[in-house]
């Protein structure tokens, strides 16, 4: 692989300059084109609680012949790095990942220090992190809506009023009665959810949607992204798979969207806007979204021949769909007046839990969990959607990390020499055995069955993907956008001869040789049967007669 991940010189250039800026005091510094080293006014900003024990990652963001001090930077403009590629003086690591702070304080004085200067090509495909919702916003010191209560931000976008149903008003109260008698699922659930609602709560205000529609995952899936109905359903906000796949929400064997926090997240709210437009009100909306519009379509149609007004008091729905909407509405009243119900909510904090990480590599799972020093299962709570233990760039453009994990995910990748991925897509071109496509690429049929599900006595049809081992002669390429969105495993039985089937294939011969074979065993079976039958019959007859 010819990445600059594995320049080993140039890993331990930068580790070289990283040791000089830390034996001179310096936490952030420029490098001047002339070959002077400057502390630089740009310093990452982190929230308190998350910035503490973090390794400083020097910003080292000049073009030859531009002044030192960033002028851009005063303008709160993101930082050159992520705006221009074409950068020829670069960091050791990276820019902050959390974010650059411009400050007015004058230039010090210049330090003379060795100049750095990696081509282009050599910083082609390092991970700059942003914030998926808004890659410009660049946290401000003193900014006090970074220590902000979420919650409080939360109740501030309420917007749906009461029932003015006295049946819905109080299935409402049942609900609230029930959320508070089970305080500790609902905690748990809510502590679930801290890791998404700081993006769900921006997604709904960016659309000026009431924020009620921020904690709809709760009444879907408690927050979980891995969620699955008894229906199919899939997710953090329960998609169908076909209404999925109208959503742009891709399901292929390596990804599905609709676990994806991002991907589910901005369906989701796309379809509550089309059902609002479609519907008139927010009730009708998610009593859709829950129903089915079509539906609920034909509930106000029968509602309006018989005279009633079309809303939620009036229709003739399911038990579920029914109570929908008033639960959503009890969790809001908990969250409004949680001191109401004797109830204490998990402390939520007003900043972004993950960044966005661009993926330019196919890259193992494992790796990035041991590169970002973090769990599995903190990744997979971030990264619901991933099926198997390799990341697709061309699928999965972008991994979700924890702001204290994004910079040493970062700081370890630079200085790493091996293997980015061990594993690829492979295409089977007719349908075969599992121990044919394990010798085909050069793994173990236990290894192949288990790495892809496959259970015993099963063929692999024509045009399966398959995850396989890397090879030497797969190592440099991505697999394609086409296969990544698209790829599947077809499985059929062995019948009668599946095994042999197997073996013809592998041999070559034709499909009518093999067909003429099994006449030809067929006819064999049968007379050796009717020989059986015709050498038994005299000792049957024995048999009979001693009876």
């Known amino acids: 692989m010819t990445s600059c991940f594995r320049l080993k010189p140039l890993a331990l250039l930068m580790g070289t300059v990283l040791t000089l800026l830390s034996s001179l005091g310096t936490a952030h510094a420029a490098v001047h084109p002339d070959g002077t080293l400057i502390p630089s006014p ?17 910003a080292l963001l000049l073009r030859p012949g531009e002044d030192p001090i960033l002028t851009s930077i005063e303008s709160l403009d993101p930082p050159p790095l992520l705006r221009d590629p074409l950068l020829t003086v670069i960091p050791p690591l990276l820019a902050a990942p959390m974010g650059l702070m411009a400050e007015s304080e004058p230039a010090p004085s210049p330090i003379t220090a060795p100049q750095v200067v990696v081509s282009s090509e050599a910083m082609d495909g390092f991970f700059s992190p942003v914030d998926p919702i808004d890659p410009k916003r660049i946290p401000r010191l003193g900014d006090t809506s970074i220590h902000t209560d979420l919650w409080s931000r939360v109740r501030s976008g309420f ?48 659309r000026g949607m009431p924020t009620e529609l921020a904690l709809l995952p709760f009444i879907e899936s408690a927050f979980n992204p891995q969620a699955t109905s008894s229906a199919r359903a899939t997710g953090m906000w329960q998609f169908m798979a076909q209404t999925g796949r109208h959503l742009d929400l891709k399901q292929s064997m390596f990804r599905d969207d ?86 204490t909510l998990p402390k939520l904090e007003n900043h972004p839990y993950f960044l966005s990480v661009p993926v330019k590599w196919d890259m193992d799972v494992e790796l990035v969990v041991h590169l970002a020093e973090m769990s599995m299962e903190e990744f997979k709570s971030l990264n619901p959607s991933l099926n198997r233990p390799v990341i697709l760039a061309a699928g ?21 020499q091996g293997e980015l991925s061990h594993w690829t897509a492979w295409t089977a071109p007719h349908t075969m055995g599992a121990a044919e496509a394990a010798r085909q690429t050069g793994m173990t049929e236990a290894q192949l069955c288990e790495v892809n599900v496959i259970p015993p006595r099963m063929l692999i049809k024509a045009g399966s993907t398959l995850l396989v081992a890397r ?33 013809h294939k592998t041999s070559g011969r034709t499909r009518s040789a093999h067909l003429r074979d099994k006449r030809q065993t067929a006819s064999a079976a049968r007379s050796a049967k009717n020989t059986r039958a015709h050498a038994s019959t005299p000792v049957t007859r024995q048999l009979a007669t001693k009876n």
């Open 159 to 206: 917007g749906m009023g009461t029932m003015s149903s006295g049946a819905l008003s109080n299935l409402v109260q049942q609900h609230e009665q029930r959320f508070t008698a089970q305080a500790d699922l609902l905690n748990k659930a809510l502590e679930r959810g801290s890791r998404y609602l700081f993006h769900i709560v921006d997604e709904v205000q960016k």
């Open 396 to 416: 999965t453009p972008q991994v979700l990390l924890p702001f204290d994990n994004t910079d040493r995910f970062l700081s370890n990748l630079v200085l790493y």
């Open 258 to 343: 609709r676990r994806d926090v991002l991907a589910s997240t901005r369906a989701a709210l796309d379809y509550l806007t089309q059902l609002k437009q479609r519907f008139g009100t927010w009730p009708l909306a998610l009593a859709a979204y829950n129903w089915g519009e079509g539906n609920l379509h034909r509930a106000i149609q029968r509602s309006s021949r018989g005279g009633h007004t079309p809303d939620l008091a009036n229709l003739i729905m399911p038990k579920e769909t029914r109570n929908y909407v008033p639960k959503l509405l009890a969790i809001r009243n908990v969250i409004n007046r949680p001191q109401d119900f004797a109830l």
């Open 42 to 58: 740009i310093r990452p900003l982190l929230p308190p609680t998350l910035g503490q024990g973090l390794p400083v990652i020097p």
């Open 471 to 503: 090879d030497a002669q797969r190592s440099d390429d991505n697999v394609s956008e086409h296969l990544a969105d698209n790829a599947f495993m077809h499985l059929m039985p062995e019948a009668g001869g599946g095994r042999r089937h197997a073996a």
